[in-house]
Nanobody
Framework: QVQLVESGGGLVQPGGSLTLSCAPSGFSLDSYSIGWFRQTPGKERERVSCISFTDRSTYYTDSVKGRFTISRDNANNMVYLQLNSLKPEDTALYYC??????????????????WGQGTQVTVSS
């Protein structure tokens, strides 16, 4: 069974950090680009970052550049999103997704093949 499982979310104060993990099962990361997306109630899901499986090229949305870092560990079949200098506006349900195309930013939201259930990130004092 193909699935993605996110973990690492939680409650953190503004300026704090979290590391989100994405663990695929049922398939290997070697041939998939991985993206991180987030969504808040009443808003569209937003692509936050992604990393290609070919050359590990990355994409970041403007609001997280310099604060978030995506990485992949193919040997352990894991992808991570390091969230630093968190702001209240980063509060959202964060999802990871997988797609067999590269570079990772060419796939439209509805085209990503597999999705996880999400992990909640709440930034509040």
């Amino acid at each position: 069974q193909v699935q993605l499982v996110e973990s690492g979310g939680g409650l953190v104060q503004p300026g704090g950090s979290l590391t989100l993990s994405c663990a695929p099962s049922g398939f290997s990361l070697d041939s998939y680009s991985i993206g991180w997306f987030r969504q808040t109630p009443g808003k569209e899901r937003e692509r936050v970052s992604c990393i290609s499986f070919t050359d590990r090229s990355t994409y970041y949305t403007d609001s997280v550049k310099g604060r978030f870092t995506i990485s992949r560990d193919n040997a352990n079949n894991m992808v991570y999103l390091q969230l630093n200098s968190l702001k209240p506006e980063d509060t959202a349900l964060y999802y990871c997704a997988a797609d067999p195309r590269a570079p990772c930013w060419i796939a439209e939201l509805v085209e990503w093949s597999y999705w996880g259930q999400g992990t909640q990130v709440t930034v509040s004092s």
